[in-house]
């Protein structure tokens, strides 16, 4: 495995961790809550009286944010080599993995692992055994 220095963007890598570890860092303080996205989505459908203005905030921050990176840099280029069956696919497994973990990554990797919380690390663990597995199965077994 090597390194693509081209596209290797340590320093714009390392800012977003600190603006997202900042987000989640002010969301605990100043409002009590974890920063796990699907916890946030999921609120908003099912709102509780004084809970849709920080949800929709904090929502609105990740639509945002990449509107206002475009503004100052160029944004990579996506490109996702799956058609949209297998993306469907994906994303109910990871919608059915989150209920099932009681979080998502973003809970459990970031706020659950900083807090040192017991179930995080296993949720984190089971996520990248499952990452792995994936991988290795569809690029070194299937060929896909």
Known sequence: MSIDWLHFTPWPSFGGGMLIGLAAS????????????????????RPRRG???WRT??????VVAPIVWRAIATLPEIRIDA???????????VG???RYGAGCTS???????SRLSPR????V???????FTTVLITRHVLGI
């Not at 905030?57 to 990740?62: D, Q």
């Not at 995080?120 to 949720?123: D, E, F, G, N, P």
């Not at 663990?125 to 990452?131: E, I, K, P």
Request: glycine share 26%; aromatic share 6%; net charge neutral.
């Open 107 to 113: 809970g459990h990797g970031i706020c659950g692992l």
């Open 125 to 131: 663990g089971c996520f990248m055994a499952a990452g």
């Open 57 to 62: 905030a904090f929502l609105g921050g990740l």
């Open 51 to 53: 809970e849709i203005g």
């Open 120 to 123: 995080s690390a296993v949720a």
């Open 83 to 93: 058609g949209w069956p297998v993306l469907v696919v994906a994303g109910l497994l």
């Open 96 to 98: 059915i993995g989150t």
């Open 26 to 45: 002010m969301l605990i303080l100043f409002v009590g809550r974890i920063a796990g996205i699907s916890g946030i989505l999921g609120g908003l459908l």
